[in-house]
């Protein structure tokens, strides 16, 4: 029998690809924005495009919010993907500095203008001015997988107990997953990501991620 997942429409978009690749590893998908619906569901998933900003302020301080932690409180299993997963921490400094949900340590902040990738081994070349935001393919260690990104905002101060995979862009290494016990974040898109995104929500699904 297909698990039932809510997934949590907060107007943050992606939506429609989310849902197609959760239905494609066996989920049965509500999509909703009734904080108590969210509240009595046993699986949400938070996907997010986008910034911090009046619209998370929002979110964060409203019904769904409140919904959210009751969600977690009680044991369910929750995944943010993106600025769903940003949003589970302390805040970000984007717009000024915004509030997040505060349930996990940490704080996004913008990725620096000036890096550059490393050069070349063996030479004395310049290295390639990196675009920001980190839009592509990176893999993320220890897993060794590759999975697609689209952020200008990464996670700093992260408790290291919960900071499961990592990624490295230019010269910042950032947490790409997050675990703590029944929560579980990703800065990637996995719905994006191919067969090793749709392994990766599978797995979560599964219960595999706490």
Request: aromatic share 10%.
């Amino acid at each position: 029998m297909p698990r039932q997942v809510v997934l949590l429409d907060a107007g943050l978009g992606n939506l429609g690809s989310v849902e197609r690749a959760l239905s494609q590893v066996g989920a049965a998908v509500v999509r909703t924005s009734d904080p108590d619906t969210v509240a009595a569901a046993r699986i949400v998933v938070f996907p997010g495009q986008g910034a911090f900003g009046e619209q998370t302020d929002a979110i964060v301080s409203g019904p769904l919010g409140s919904a959210i932690r009751a969600f977690i409180d009680k044991g369910g299993s929750f995944l943010g993907i993106c600025l769903g997963m940003q949003l589970l921490f302390e805040g970000s400094d984007e717009a000024g500095g915004r509030p997040g949900l505060g349930l996990l340590q940490g704080r996004a902040r913008r990725f620096p203008n000036d890096m550059v990738e490393p050069p070349p081994p063996g030479t004395d070349l310049p290295g390639r001015r990196l675009k920001i935001p980190h839009m592509g393919w990176n893999d993320v260690s220890p897993d060794g997988e590759h999975y697609y990104f689209v952020h200008s905002y990464y996670v700093d101060g992260a408790d290291p107990e919960h900071v499961t995979w990592t990624c490295t862009y230019g010269d910042v290494t950032f947490p790409a997953t997050v675990v703590r016990g029944n929560v579980v974040g990703c800065q990637f898109h996995p719905e994006k990501s191919q067969r090793a995104g749709l392994r990766f929500l599978r797995a979560f699904l599964l219960g595999g991620w706490k």
